[in-house]
């Protein structure tokens, strides 16, 4: 059996005839883009995607009628929310900066957006939010 790789622990090295490392990754770690997906499209789902993804399915909130709190509106809180309203969640937005509610509930479709500097805005929403399940996402 090929060695594993001590950098990449789901990986297999092997050498070729050249005497060059060639890196051979696990199946279950791979997916296929298919060939007429921009590349420039697929990379920011593969990384922030899984990243956001993940978690949200080891942790059940994949079920609709649940609610997830997205704290951040960065790269990988846009994906937070928009995964979070195809399963079916109630989604709130938390986030320093008011000038992103729009695009947090007219493009990407958050229920609510709570502005986490506003007091009053975090005392109310920490009412509603009991059974949150919050979700990192800067």
Do not use: W
Not at 45 to 71: D, E, S
Not at 86 to 114: C, P
């Amino acid at each position: 059996r090929p060695p594993r790789s001590t950098l990449f622990p789901y990986t297999t090295l092997f050498r070729s005839l050249f005497n060059t490392n060639i890196l051979f990754l696990l199946n279950r770690y791979c997916f296929r883009v298919p060939d007429n997906y921009p590349l420039e499209l697929a990379a920011p789902l593969l990384c922030a995607g899984i990243t956001v993804y993940t978690p949200m399915i080891r942790h059940n909130m994949n079920q609709p009628g649940k609610t997830l709190g997205v704290i951040g509106l960065g790269g990988l809180g846009h994906l937070a929310v928009k995964f979070g309203k195809a399963f079916g969640l109630k989604v709130t937005v938390f986030s320093t900066s008011l000038s992103k509610k729009e695009e947090a509930v007219s493009r990407l479709g958050a229920d609510n957006f709570v502005v986490s500097s506003d007091e009053q805005q975090m005392s109310v929403s920490n009412h509603q939010l009991v059974n949150c399940s919050p979700l990192l996402a800067f």
